[in-house]
């Protein structure tokens, strides 16, 4: 199956407007995402779907760009436009403010896509912070790898240990976040962007419970890695230090 990776740009941003061409050691911070895309072996192609033409054109140096309309709610809205015109059996949606995204993570949510209409990624809560973060979001799996809730709260609720402290709630039990990236087959993709936003998705700011309150399975691989993005410019000078210590 014909899989292609579609990086959502756009330029406007509350905490930090230009995100995507703002510079990280050297190269703009899209072009660092293009990059760890190209590494993944289950890719066809890396796509940066944007509607700003100062995006395009920086981004057309280096990898294929396509332009959307400029009235989407979602990046996934923008990457279904996309889809919808290409020759593909299924695409990823990659974040395009995480400029240090694992390619073997790519290659799992890709990969999953054999056995799965769509998929995405987790990896397990190693610190309290995450725990009690509402910005990090939880998901619950059933036995066979598919999700089944993801919440801004801590789930599952520890009935027999929620007088303990989060430190002991966190020994005693694999918590998962949740990370923000998709597999979708194409036909999916465009099934999901045609439902209204749903009651849950809605209640909890979360666009993959629309996916769940319309039946659709979403498989969850388990990975050893834990997303590090760009929010605010204070993330820049973080994300710098790593880069340089990966490439010691």
């Known amino acids: 199956m014909k899989t292609i990776g579609i990086i959502p740009a756009r330029y406007a941003s509350t905490r930090f407007p230009g995100k995507p061409l703002h510079p990280i050691a050297g190269k703009p911070l899209i072009q660092h995402v293009v990059e760890r895309c190209r590494e993944a ?5 890396v796509i940066v779907a944007t509607d700003d033409e100062r995006i395009a054109k920086v981004a057309a140096e280096f990898c294929t760009v396509e332009m959307t309309c400029g009235d989407h709610s979602t990046g ?11 020759d593909c059996g299924a695409v990823v949606n990659v974040q395009g403010d995480e400029p ?3 390619p073997a993570v790519i290659d799992a949510v890709a990969s999953a896509l054999v056995d799965a209409e769509m998929t995405t990624a987790a990896t397990a809560v190693n610190n309290i912070s995450d725990l009690e973060d509402s910005n990090a979001v939880k998901v619950v799996v059933s036995a066979t790898g598919r999700a089944l809730y993801f919440s801004r709260r801590t789930i599952p609720f520890l009935r027999d240990l929620s007088e303990e402290s989060p430190s002991q709630q966190l020994t005693a039990f694999s918590f998962l976040k949740h990370l923000g990236i998709y597999g979708y ?12 936003p749903s009651p849950l998705e809605q209640a909890e700011r979360l666009e993959q419970l629309r996916a769940l309150e ?3 399975a979403i498989a969850v691989c388990k990975v050893d890695y834990d997303a590090i993005g760009v929010d605010v410019p204070e993330d820049v000078q973080r994300v710098e230090a790593l880069l340089a210590k990966q490439n010691e």
């Open 76 to 86: 996934t809205d923008r990457i279904a436009e996309v889809a919808a015109r290409l």
């Open 214 to 216: 319309n039946d659709i």
């Open 100 to 102: 240090l995204i694992a």
């Open 41 to 45: 072996s289950a890719l066809a192609d």
């Open 185 to 196: 087959r194409r036909e999916t993709l465009q099934r999901l962007v045609g439902f209204a």
